[in-house]
Nanobody
């Protein structure tokens, strides 16, 4: 069994920064991709950023140049550095890990609130 534990959410003013972390524990094995998604009130969950095992990254257009995803394979942890936060970034942020087997797990979610 695998657990993903997120941390780092909170309340910040527009223009501020937060750093989210998500660590996997349990029967880890080899993780392929790690990613972040978010869900704002009344909206569907959307992709935010993803990083592959080789370090390749991709982002949703609205966060390019402001957010940076990174990973520490030794710690089975993914990070999301969020700078220049905007009120429209307010959402619950979920991490998602996908193994080479195709199996995937979600974190429990962490709230990010950006005040104007």
């Amino acid at each position: 069994q695998v657990q993903l534990v997120e941390s780092g959410g909170g309340l910040v003013q527009a223009g501020g920064s937060l750093r989210l972390s998500c660590a996997a524990s349990g029967s880890i094995g080899s993780i392929n991709a790690m990613g972040w998604y978010r869900q704002a009130p009344g909206k569907q969950r959307e992709f935010v950023a993803r990083i592959t095992s080789s370090g390749g990254t991709n982002y949703i257009d609205s966060v390019k140049g402001r957010f940076t995803i990174s990973r520490d394979n030794a710690k089975n942890t993914v990070y999301l550095q969020m700078n220049g936060l905007k009120p429209e970034d307010t959402a619950i942020y979920y991490c998602n890990f996908v193994w080479y087997s195709g199996l995937g797990y979600w974190g429990q979610g962490t709230q990010v609130t950006v005040s104007s």
